[in-house]
């Protein structure tokens, strides 16, 4: 017999136990498909939640060895059990996947435990099971993208899955892309004492971060020992009798160079998770990267079925998936949604954090809109000079006519907590006076944003 929902969203990641808590806090009947052992998706069992627990605890052993010294704190030499660092991980994990349980069950949320394949319009099948839906939310989020010719196995050569559990700290560590998953994975193990070689096929890691930033943040994890080869590709990865034989060329094609390491990590990008789903059957729509095609309001090309998080176009990001999955729940109660994609912070949590919202310098520039740029260093702040945590800047971008902040990039210590004061003021469409007039706390790192906001029209106080 088929149950009938108004609302069944398959995937329980980040978008869709978001968009299933807001519908049924708005009085929808709701079931989520989740074929998981726990909810959260990747993000909470595989991904943000995991890897922030590693880069916790990998930048308090390297404080103790880096910075407790000069503090006058003295511990000795500190050693690591690894087996206890993984289960303060995997503690992080049980935590957050049980909150996101406990949550279902006080919103009268049906877990359905399986993998959901669209029968038919409004119709879910999850083995043999058949829920009837008014409307159904494609949530499945996205799988990592695999190169080929390297097959992952988790062992030698893995994903960001198998960097999450390895058994011993590599020697060497060759991470293929330099964007955030690799740079932030790399960071753990290179901290915990693995020598860390990062491949990048383009000129530069993390692409679409302002050139400024990037050009610091490179400097900085040079310094950290991070080893660069950046404009190169990885063409082979053949297993030795000890350890891995890694060939390498430039991008543009040329001679090949062979490195030797212990470990690769394959962290070139994700790809939408769309297979099994049945949306060829039912006419759903996807683009040539395996996306599904949606519109304003989220809906495929088919009444009643809608998609959200990283299965549609835009930034792979837990936060991105979770506005379009509240937004997406309001509009199917009748109230309305929206998100706001120019306001949407991205955060690198290394060490130190690299965190920005709206345009680069690059993108105002090709655009042809002038601005004028503030920029304020954390050597000059009070509170990041007493932590000896110096490293970065504060860059705000404004419209040269109207002051509105276009763009805000920030590289230094709690990056990602300092952006969202930006993204504050750019939601309620605020001038770069606007913060300059505010009064902050003495000393907090965060006074270096109003310094960078007075940088704006040339007036910073401590420069």
Request: charged share 25%; proline share 3%; net charge negative.
């Amino acid at each position: 017999m088929a149950d009938a929902f108004d609302l069944v969203v398959i995937g329980a990641g980040p978008g869709g136990y978001e968009c299933a808590i807001k519908a049924a806090q708005l009085g929808l009947s709701v079931a989520c498909v989740e074929k998981r052992d726990r909810l959260g998706g990747t993000c909470l069992n595989i991904g943000c939640i995991p890897s922030k627990a590693l880069l916790h605890a990998s930048e308090l052993f390297a404080d103790v060895t880096h910075a407790f010294p000069a503090m006058g704190i003295e511990v000795g030499a500190p050693k690591i059990n690894l087996k206890q660092l993984l289960t303060f991980k995997d503690e992080a994990v049980d935590g957050n996947t049980k909150g996101v349980e406990f949550l279902f069950k006080k919103n009268k949320i049906e877990w359905v435990k399986g993998e959901g394949v669209i029968a038919a319009p409004g119709k879910v099948k999850v083995g043999e099971r058949v829920l009837e839906a008014k409307n159904i939310v494609i949530a499945t989020g996205s799988d990592v993208a695999r190169l080929p010719g390297i097959e992952i196995d988790e062992k030698q050569i893995i994903s960001s899955t198998g960097a999450l559990t390895l058994s011993k700290v590599p020697e060497r560590l060759l991470v293929i892309g330099g964007g955030v998953i690799g740079l932030e994975l790399g960071s753990v193990w290179g901290r915990l004492g693995a020598k860390v070689t990062v491949v990048e096929f383009l000129d530069a890691i993390l692409p679409g971060t302002d050139g400024e930033v990037v050009k610091n943040f490179t400097r900085i994890l040079k310094k950290q020992g991070f080893e660069f080869k950046l404009g190169s590709k990885v063409t082979k990865v053949e297993k030795a009798k000890s350890g891995l034989k890694v060939s390498v060329e430039p991008a543009a094609g040329g001679e090949t160079q062979v490195l030797e390491t212990d470990v690769v990590l394959v962290a070139v990008g994700r790809v939408a998770y769309t297979q099994g789903l049945g949306l060829e059957a039912v006419g759903v729509k996807t683009d040539k990267r395996g996306r599904v095609e949606v519109d304003g309001s989220f809906k495929t090309n088919v009444d009643g079925i809608y998609a959200i998080g990283d299965v549609i176009a835009g930034p792979m990001l837990a936060h991105k998936a979770m506005e379009e999955g509240v937004a997406l729940a309001e509009r199917l109660a009748g109230h309305w949604g929206d998100v706001n994609y120019d306001v949407i912070p991205g955060v690198v949590y290394t060490s130190p954090e690299v965190a920005s919202v709206g345009k680069t310098e690059e993108q105002l520039k090709a655009e042809g809109v002038e601005y004028n740029s503030g920029k304020f260093p954390f050597t000059a702040n009070g509170r990041a000079k007493a932590n000896k945590t110096t490293e970065g800047f504060v860059k705000i971008l404004a419209d040269k006519t109207t002051d509105r902040i276009l763009g805000v990039h920030i590289i230094g210590v709690n990056a990602g907590e300092l952006i969202q004061e930006a993204v504050v003021a750019m939601e309620f469409a605020g001038s770069s006076e606007d913060i300059a007039r505010m009064c902050f706390a003495h000393p907090t790192l965060s006074e270096a944003v109003k310094e960078a906001a007075l940088a704006v029209t040339g007036l910073p106080i401590h420069m």
